[in-house]
């Protein structure tokens, strides 16, 4: 296995651990459940140790793929600076939702606040999730860099700033 190969299994456990987490949030309030929305905090925080992993492998996964026909620069670039984000993002989430279980374990009286605030980071991770998903995809994928990316994409894979209307 390569550098590309640990990416591709590492980067998905974050993006489908925040979507699980927000599901498993939700139903922790819909059902007033401390113990499922402690589940939801334990889910944030494994993907946020994750997403460490996936981020540290994406450089070696570049370089297995840069060279490749098909494989657009610019798509990468908008990949890798979104992914810093996400990192961000992520790992703020994981810590925040490590300060909010031990608030809601030790009962303190702030633990409301920080559920809400857990609750708009994994919203917002969320939405951040699926845009680094979507250009990551598009790095391999052309079926779907138009969509992704805004660009329209030639016979051969090759991304343009050309629009089909033109």
Same mark, same amino acid.
Request: contains cysteine.
């Given at each position: 296995? +390569? %550098?590309?190969?640990?990416?591709? /299994? ?9 979507? /699980?987490?927000? $599901?498993?949030?939700?139903?922790? /309030? ?5 113990? !499922? ?8 925080? *494994?993907?946020?140790?994750? =997403? !460490? ?5 994406? @450089?070696?996964?570049? @370089? *297995? ?7 657009? @620069?610019?798509?990468? &670039? &908008? ?24 608030? #809601?374990?030790? @009962?303190?009286? /702030? ?7 857990? $609750? ?11 845009? !680094?998903?979507?250009?990551?995809? =598009?790095?391999?994928?052309? &079926? ?6 805004? +660009?329209?994409? #030639?016979? +051969?894979? %090759? &991304?343009?700033?050309?629009?089909? #209307? #033109?």
């Amino acid at each position: 296995m +390569n %550098q590309a190969h640990y990416h591709l /299994f590492l980067n998905h456990l974050p993006i489908i651990g925040t979507l /699980f987490g927000i $599901l498993t949030l939700a139903a922790g /309030f819909i059902f007033t459940s401390n113990h !499922v929305k402690r589940t939801a905090l334990g889910i944030f925080i *494994v993907a946020a140790v994750f =997403a !460490v992993p996936g981020f540290l492998t994406g @450089e070696g996964a570049e @370089e *297995v793929v840069e060279g490749l026909p098909g494989v657009s @620069e610019n798509i990468i &670039e &908008e990949h890798e600076e979104l992914a810093s984000l996400f990192i961000w993002l992520t790992s703020t989430l994981g810590i925040v939702s490590l300060l909010t279980l031990y608030a #809601d374990v030790r @009962e303190k009286s /702030f633990r409301t606040m920080l559920y809400g605030l857990t $609750l708009v980071l994994c919203i917002a991770t969320m939405v951040l999730a699926q845009q !680094v998903g979507t250009t990551g995809g =598009a790095i391999r994928h052309t &079926e779907i860099r138009s969509a992704g990316t805004g +660009n329209a994409v #030639d016979q +051969n894979g %090759q &991304e343009s700033d050309k629009d089909d #209307d #033109d």
